[in-house]
Nanobody, 121 residues
Framework: QRQLVESGGGLVQPGGSLRLSCAAS????????MGWYRQAPGKQRELVAD???????RYVDSVKGRFTISRDNAKNTVYLQMNSLKPEDMGVYYC???????????????WGQGTQVTVSS
C-alpha cells in the first residue's frame, strides 16, 4: 500500500525551528513533485512549498527566507526546514506527492496524514 509517513511536528516557541520529514513507502513506478500544504483552524489549506525531481522549488510568500524544502530522491523523502517560526505558521502540515503507481497508469496525488505544528510561548 502506497503511503506517506510524516514526522517532525510539535510545539515550538516563536523564533524557533522545526524540521518536518515525509517518506513515501510502498510500491510505485515513479515519483514526480513533492511538497507541503498547511491548514490553520478556520482557514483553507494552502501550499507552503513544493519541489520537483530536479530540485526546483517554490514557496508561498509568507515563508520565503525562513523555510527550506529539500528532497532525497534515493529515499523518496521530502523535508521542510522551518526557521524563525511565527504564530501564524501554526497549523496541520500535510505532505503530498504526485506519483505513478505503475508504468501504465496515470499520475496520482497521495497525501500524508498530517502533522501538527504549534508555535506558542
Amino acid at each position: 500500500q502506497r503511503q506517506l509517513v510524516e514526522s517532525g511536528g510539535g510545539l515550538v516557541q516563536p523564533g524557533g525551528s522545526l524540521r518536518l520529514s515525509c517518506a513515501a513507502s510502498g510500491s510505485f513506478f515513479s515519483i514526480d513533485a513533492m511538497g507541503w500544504y498547511r491548514q490553520a483552524p478556520g482557514k483553507q489549506r494552502e501550499l507552503v512549498a513544493d519541489i520537483t525531481t530536479g530540485n526546483k522549488s517554490r514557496y508561498v510568500d509568507s515563508v520565503k527566507g525562513r523555510f527550506t524544502i529539500s528532497r532525497d530522491n534515493a529515499k523518496n523523502t521530502v523535508y521542510l526546514q522551518m526557521n524563525s517560526l511565527k504564530p501564524e505558521d501554526m497549523g496541520v502540515y500535510y505532505c503530498y506527492t504526485i506519483l505513478k503507481p505503475n508504468w501504465s497508469s496515470g499520475w496520482a496525488t497521495v497525501w500524508g496524514q498530517g502533522t501538527q505544528v504549534t508555535v506558542s510561548s
